[in-house]
């Protein structure tokens, strides 16, 4: 079956404590991201990907950072978390830039 | 940055009526897709339009595009309970940039039973 997986689900950690979500699509996707999605302020982009390692930043990349070594994989790495990252994240996964997406279930994350 | 902006931000009918929301998106794109979201779960896309097709059917879906006033209408007509649901338009742009998609904030729409 097609699809973008993303771990956890659901995460709840401290401030500064250094996390990884990870994202892995079976679609052989050239492009991939990494949203946020917050109350009133709709998806915004963190970081893109158009292929090995290349990628580039999104809207709202600070705090944030990526890596793409393999074509499944994009992980998105928070070094250091901090409350205001406190948000619903997904990752999505197109053919190219620009075409259908397909995103993953979502990682609820909470930073107290 | 935000480029679509949906309208109305939320939407309540009755089962059976049909729905009808607007995106309105401020510089040139390719093309523009529609996605649902049910309550926290990830985005489904349900159709792409061309910058150079005017209007386009899916099953229950009817989208329309008029790029010369910058806006976009998905129509949902029958509508059932499972159509309750937020709904996004995305936009790329025509500039050649790679930065993917840019989503509006979509309208929570609701069907009444």
């Known amino acids: 079956e097609a699809q973008v997986t993303q771990n956890p689900r659901y995460l709840i950690t401290v401030t500064g404590k250094k996390l990884t979500v990870t994202c892995s699509q079976n679609m052989n996707h050239e492009y991939m991201s990494w949203y946020r999605q917050d109350p009133g302020l709709g998806l915004r982009q963190i970081y893109y990907s158009m292929n090995v390692e290349v990628t580039d930043k999104g809207d709202v990349p600070e705090g944030y950072k990526v890596s793409r070594k393999e074509k499944r994989n994009f992980p998105l790495i928070l070094e250091s978390p901090s409350p205001n990252q406190t948000s619903l994240y997904f990752c999505?996964?197109?053919?190219?830039?620009?075409?259908?997406?397909?995103f993953g279930q979502g990682t609820r994350l909470t930073v107290v | 940055s935000q480029q679509g902006e949906e309208d109305p931000q939320a939407l309540s009918i009755q089962e059976g009526e049909n729905a009808t929301m607007n995106c309105s998106y401020k510089?040139?794109?390719?093309?523009l897709q529609w996605y649902r979201q049910n309550s926290g779960r990830g985005l489904v896309h349900l159709i792409l339009i061309r910058s150079n097709e005017r209007e386009k059917h899916s099953g229950r879906l009817r989208v329309t595009l008029d790029t010369s006033k910058k806006s976009s209408s998905l129509l949902i007509t029958a509508s059932r309970a499972a159509d309750t649901a937020s709904y996004f338009c995305a936009t790329d742009g025509e500039g050649g940039g790679a930065d993917g998609l840019t989503f509006g904030k979509g309208t929570h729409l609701i069907i009444q039973p």
């Open positions: 999505a996964s197109s053919p190219w830039w620009g075409t259908e997406a397909f």
């Open positions: 510089t040139s794109i390719n093309n």
